[in-house]
């Protein structure tokens, strides 16, 4: 329910926006900003798009819990899709959620209202029999080779 009024009062308030602004400031003015406002948010969402994902790798690379780095990433890619939906409603969400403050406000509060389990991302080290592999071989010489792969 929640999302079909979503799909029904966010066009309304983006034509009600576009009617004050376009009568405020007139029409070229108006789709100018509409167009510089997508322009600047793919600028932003693709530096920032850039740091959360060294952030990420970071991240997998030291063994660390990998969520919140996903977090940022998904909440910047939704960022980016309203930035270039026309419409100053949209464009706004989308500037908000491009401010690193704004989505640890709203991972708080998703993470409160979710329950999940704990993971260890602690490194394991193996021991040293997990290295050896025990088995028999047979030496081939290139030339009694029947299937042609070791041969130059």
């Given at each position: 329910m929640r999302l079909l009024l979503?799909?029904?009062?966010?066009?309304?308030?983006?034509?009600g926006l576009f009617i004050q602004v376009g009568g405020t400031i007139g029409l070229w003015p108006?789709?100018?900003?509409v167009l510089l406002t997508a322009v600047?948010?793919?600028?932003?969402?693709?530096s920032q798009g850039t740091q959360t994902l060294q952030n990420l790798q970071g991240s997998l690379r030291n063994m660390k819990d990998p969520t919140e780095p996903l977090a940022h990433g998904a909440?910047?890619?939704?960022?980016?899709?309203?930035?270039l939906t026309p419409g100053f409603f949209t464009d706004a969400t989308g500037f908000l959620l491009l401010f690193p403050p704004f989505r640890v406000f709203v991972m708080r509060n998703i993470k409160s209202?979710?329950?999940?389990?704990?993971?260890?991302?602690?490194?394991?080290?193996?021991?040293?029999?997990?290295?050896?592999i025990e088995g028999k071989f047979k030496q081939v010489s290139p030339e009694k080779d029947p299937s042609g792969w070791t041969k130059d």
């Open positions: 979503a799909f029904i009062a966010v066009p309304l308030i983006e034509i108006t789709l100018l900003v600047a948010g793919t600028w932003l969402v693709r909440m910047i890619l939704l960022a980016g899709a309203l930035l209202k979710l329950k999940a389990g704990n993971f260890n991302f602690a490194p394991t080290h193996p021991s040293s029999d997990d290295d050896v």
